[in-house]
C-alpha cells in the first residue's frame, strides 16, 4: 500500500503476558532485534496464576530471571515445599541441594511487570496498545498486520513468535489445528470481602456438592467454585455477585455473607493443544500452544519453559549458528511435555469428581501422598523435575537431555557455580578432567558459540567434559559419539579460527 510505514524487526512477539515478556527478555540480551505488541496498554492485576514450580524456578535462576535480588547462595541440603494433587494435602515437592526453594509464589501481575522491565533495558521494543490480525509468512519472513492506537501498522520479521493467550490469533493465521476437549465442569472465580472471614477458612474444601476453594488476602478472599454437573450453559455470560454466592451456598450447604466483589469470572475445563508448536517461521509458546484445566498451579510454569526452551535456539537461528535441526527440536520437546501436563491435569480432575468410585481413588491417593515414594513421583511430575529431553544428535552420550543440578565449581579465575555459569545464555563446555586440552581442541571452530570452562573435578559432575544447553540440559557427556557431532548439530559446522 502506497505511503504505508514499514516497521522492520529480526522477531515479533505477539502478546505481552509474562511467556511473551520472558521471550522478548530472552531475544534482546541475546542481540536479537524483537519487537512485542500486546493491546493492553497496562499490566492487569487481575488474579491468575501465583504458581512456578521447581523446574520453572531453576531454569529462571539460570538465566538471572527471578525476581529480587539473587542469594550469595542457596541450601546445602535438599529444600522442600507442600502442594496438593487434585485438592488432597499430602504432596511433597523437593528441590536438589543448591536450588532455590522448589515452588514461588509470584502473582502474575508481578511477574509480568519484572520481565517487562528485563526486556526494556536489554533492548526490546515493547508496543503496548497493539493487536496483531493478520500475518503471514514467506520463505525470507513474515508480514504482520496489527491495529495500533494510531491505525493499521506492518511489520516485516524473520520469525513470529505467538504468546497470544488461548485464542490465538497467530496460530489461526498460521492455519495450525489443534485437538480440542470440551467442557465438563463449571467454575467460578471472584475476589470478595466476606462479612465474616471465619465462616470459610482458607483452603480445599469439598461436600458432595463440589469444590471451594478459599484463600485470605488482607481484608479480601479470592474464591473459587467447581461444579462437576456439567459446563456452563452460556459461558461469555458475565458472572454477578449473586451467581458467586449462589454459587458457594449450595456448595457450602449454607449461605456466606460476602460483598465488594473484584475480578469476577467463569471458567471450565476445555482442554487444546496445538497439533505443532513451529509451522515455518512461526512458533506457539504458552497458552497459544496448550491450554488445560488450572489445577495444580502448572500452566504459567509450562509456558516459562516453553519461552525458555525456544529463545535460545531461535536467537542462534537468527544469528545463523543453528544447525539444520535445532528449530524443529522445539516442537519435539515441548509439545509431548505440554501433553503430559495436560493427561495430568485430566486425572487430578477425575479424582476430584464426585462419585463412590472417585471417593474410593481419593482414599487411596491421600495414602499415595501420606507414602514417601508416592509423594515423590507426584511431585516429580507436577513439578518437571523428572523431564529427560529426547536426543537429537544421537551422539549425546548417556546422560544428555537430563537436567545437570546446580553446584559449586572451583576455576582459575575463582569460585563459581552451574547457575552462574549460564548467566550469559551461552552454552557452556565444562572441562573437568585430563583430557580437557583435547577436548577444547575439538571444539574450536565453535568458540565464537561456546563458554568454555575448565574446573576442578566434582562428585556433582562426574564426567571429564560436558556440554551444557543454555537451558540447563545436558546435551553430550563423554560416550559413543563424538563432541564435533554433536557441536555440529546443534550449531552448525562452525567458523575455523583463521
Same mark, same amino acid.
Given at each position: 500500500?502506497?505511503?504505508?510505514? %514499514?516497521?522492520?524487526? /529480526?522477531?515479533?512477539?505477539?502478546?505481552?503476558?509474562?511467556?511473551?515478556?520472558?521471550?522478548?527478555? =530472552?531475544?534482546?540480551?541475546?542481540?536479537?532485534?524483537?519487537? *512485542?505488541?500486546?493491546?493492553?496498554?497496562?499490566?492487569?492485576?487481575?488474579?491468575?496464576?501465583?504458581?512456578?514450580?521447581? $523446574?520453572?524456578?531453576?531454569?529462571?535462576?539460570? $538465566?538471572?530471571?527471578?525476581?529480587?535480588?539473587?542469594?550469595?547462595?542457596?541450601?546445602?541440603?535438599?529444600?522442600?515445599?507442600?502442594?496438593?494433587?487434585?485438592?488432597?494435602?499430602?504432596?511433597?515437592?523437593? @528441590? #536438589?541441594?543448591?536450588?532455590?526453594?522448589?515452588?514461588?509464589?509470584?502473582?502474575?501481575?508481578?511477574?509480568?511487570?519484572?520481565?517487562?522491565?528485563?526486556?526494556? +533495558?536489554?533492548?526490546?521494543?515493547? *508496543?503496548?496498545?497493539?493487536?496483531?490480525?493478520?500475518?503471514?509468512?514467506?520463505?525470507?519472513?513474515?508480514?504482520?498486520?496489527? =491495529?495500533?492506537?494510531?491505525?493499521?501498522? &506492518?511489520?516485516?520479521? $524473520?520469525?513470529?513468535?505467538? @504468546?497470544?493467550?488461548?485464542?490465538?490469533?497467530?496460530?489461526?493465521?498460521?492455519?495450525?489445528?489443534?485437538?480440542?476437549?470440551?467442557?465438563? &465442569?463449571?467454575?467460578?472465580?471472584?475476589?470478595?470481602?466476606?462479612?465474616?472471614?471465619?465462616?470459610?477458612?482458607?483452603?480445599?474444601?469439598?461436600?458432595?456438592?463440589?469444590?471451594?476453594?478459599?484463600?485470605?488476602?488482607?481484608?479480601?478472599?479470592?474464591?473459587?467454585?467447581?461444579?462437576?454437573?456439567?459446563?456452563?450453559?452460556? $459461558?461469555?455470560?458475565?458472572?454477578?455477585?449473586?451467581?458467586?454466592?449462589?454459587?458457594?451456598?449450595?456448595?457450602?450447604?449454607?449461605?456466606?455473607?460476602?460483598?465488594?466483589?473484584?475480578? *469476577?469470572?467463569?471458567?471450565?475445563?476445555?482442554?487444546?493443544?496445538?497439533?505443532?508448536?513451529?509451522?515455518?517461521?512461526?512458533?506457539?509458546?504458552?497458552?497459544?500452544?496448550?491450554?488445560?484445566?488450572?489445577?495444580?498451579?502448572?500452566?504459567?510454569?509450562?509456558?516459562?519453559?516453553?519461552?525458555?526452551?525456544?529463545?535460545?535456539?531461535? @536467537?542462534?537461528?537468527?544469528?545463523?549458528?543453528?544447525?539444520?535441526?535445532? %528449530?524443529?527440536?522445539?516442537?519435539?520437546?515441548?509439545? #509431548?511435555?505440554?501433553?503430559?501436563?495436560?493427561?495430568?491435569?485430566? @486425572? /487430578?480432575?477425575?479424582?476430584?469428581?464426585?462419585?463412590?468410585?472417585?471417593?474410593?481413588?481419593?482414599?487411596?491417593?491421600?495414602?499415595?501422598?501420606?507414602?514417601?515414594?508416592?509423594?515423590?513421583?507426584?511431585?516429580?511430575?507436577?513439578?518437571? /523435575?523428572?523431564?529427560?529431553?529426547?536426543?537429537? !544428535?544421537?551422539?549425546?552420550?548417556?546422560?544428555?537431555? !537430563?537436567?545437570?543440578?546446580?553446584?559449586?565449581?572451583?576455576?582459575?579465575?575463582?569460585?563459581?557455580?552451574?547457575?552462574?555459569?549460564?548467566?550469559?545464555?551461552?552454552?557452556?563446555?565444562?572441562?573437568?578432567?585430563?583430557?580437557?586440552?583435547?577436548?577444547?581442541? =575439538?571444539?574450536?571452530?565453535?568458540?565464537?558459540?561456546?563458554?568454555?570452562?575448565?574446573?576442578?573435578?566434582?562428585?556433582?559432575?562426574?564426567?571429564?567434559?560436558?556440554?551444557?544447553?543454555?537451558?540447563?540440559?545436558?546435551?553430550?557427556?563423554?560416550?559413543?559419539?563424538?563432541?564435533?557431532? +554433536?557441536?555440529?548439530?546443534?550449531?552448525?559446522?562452525?567458523?575455523?579460527?583463521?
Amino acid at each position: 500500500m502506497q505511503g504505508e510505514r %514499514l516497521i522492520q524487526a /529480526q522477531v515479533l512477539v505477539a502478546g505481552g503476558g509474562p511467556v511473551g515478556m520472558l521471550v522478548a527478555a =530472552e531475544l534482546s540480551a541475546y542481540g536479537v532485534d524483537t519487537v *512485542l505488541l500486546e493491546p493492553r496498554t497496562e499490566v492487569s492485576d487481575q488474579p491468575r496464576a501465583t504458581t512456578l514450580h521447581a $523446574r520453572a524456578v531453576q531454569s529462571l535462576a539460570r $538465566r538471572g530471571h527471578l525476581p529480587g535480588p539473587p542469594p550469595p547462595s542457596y541450601a546445602a541440603e535438599p529444600t522442600t515445599s507442600a502442594f496438593h494433587f487434585a485438592g488432597l494435602p499430602g504432596l511433597t515437592i523437593t @528441590a #536438589p541441594p543448591d536450588e532455590p526453594e522448589p515452588v514461588l509464589k509470584c502473582p502474575q501481575a508481578v511477574l509480568e511487570r519484572h520481565l517487562e522491565s528485563r526486556a526494556r +533495558v536489554a533492548g526490546a521494543r515493547i *508496543l503496548r496498545g497493539h493487536r496483531l490480525t493478520d500475518a503471514v509468512q514467506d520463505e525470507d519472513g513474515v508480514r504482520i498486520t496489527a =491495529e495500533g492506537p494510531e491505525g493499521p501498522e &506492518v511489520f516485516r520479521t $524473520r520469525y513470529l513468535v505467538g @504468546a497470544d493467550g488461548a485464542r490465538s490469533t497467530v496460530r489461526a493465521r498460521a492455519g495450525i489445528e489443534s485437538d480440542t476437549f470440551p467442557a465438563t &465442569v463449571s467454575a467460578l472465580m471472584g475476589t470478595v470481602t466476606l462479612a465474616d472471614p471465619g465462616s470459610l477458612p482458607k483452603g480445599w474444601h469439598r461436600t458432595p456438592r463440589g469444590w471451594i476453594v478459599a484463600k485470605h488476602d488482607g481484608d479480601r478472599t479470592h474464591l473459587r467454585t467447581l461444579n462437576c454437573d456439567g459446563a456452563h450453559p452460556d $459461558r461469555q455470560r458475565p458472572v454477578t455477585l449473586d451467581e458467586l454466592r449462589r454459587e458457594v451456598a449450595r456448595i457450602a450447604g449454607r449461605d456466606i455473607a460476602m460483598h465488594s466483589p473484584h475480578w *469476577l469470572s467463569r471458567f471450565s475445563d476445555f482442554a487444546r493443544l496445538a497439533r505443532t508448536f513451529a509451522r515455518g517461521r512461526v512458533f506457539l509458546v504458552g497458552d497459544a500452544a496448550h491450554v488445560h484445566f488450572p489445577i495444580g498451579g502448572q500452566g504459567l510454569s509450562t509456558g516459562v519453559l516453553d519461552a525458555l526452551n525456544l529463545s535460545w535456539k531461535l @536467537a542462534l537461528a537468527v544469528h545463523g549458528s543453528a544447525g539444520p535441526t535445532l %528449530l524443529s527440536s522445539y516442537d519435539a520437546e515441548r509439545r #509431548p511435555l505440554a501433553r503430559r501436563v495436560l493427561d495430568g491435569t485430566l @486425572a /487430578q480432575l477425575a479424582l476430584m469428581r464426585p462419585g463412590p468410585e472417585a471417593d474410593a481413588l481419593r482414599t487411596m491417593f491421600t495414602g499415595l501422598l501420606a507414602d514417601e515414594g508416592g509423594s515423590g513421583h507426584l511431585g516429580s511430575l507436577i513439578s518437571a /523435575q523428572d523431564t529427560v529431553l529426547p536426543d537429537h !544428535t544421537g551422539a549425546g552420550g548417556p546422560t544428555a537431555g !537430563t537436567y545437570l543440578g546446580n553446584t559449586a565449581l572451583s576455576t582459575p579465575e575463582g569460585d563459581t557455580d552451574i547457575i552462574r555459569l549460564l548467566h550469559d545464555g551461552r552454552p557452556l563446555l565444562l572441562l573437568l578432567g585430563e583430557k580437557a586440552d583435547e577436548h577444547r581442541e =575439538e571444539a574450536r571452530d565453535w568458540a565464537g558459540v561456546l563458554r568454555t570452562v575448565e574446573v576442578r573435578p566434582t562428585p556433582v559432575v562426574p564426567y571429564e567434559a560436558a556440554l551444557l544447553r543454555p537451558d540447563g540440559y545436558l546435551a553430550w557427556v563423554p560416550g559413543d559419539g563424538r563432541l564435533r557431532q +554433536v557441536l555440529t548439530a546443534y550449531f552448525g559446522p562452525g567458523a575455523p579460527a583463521g
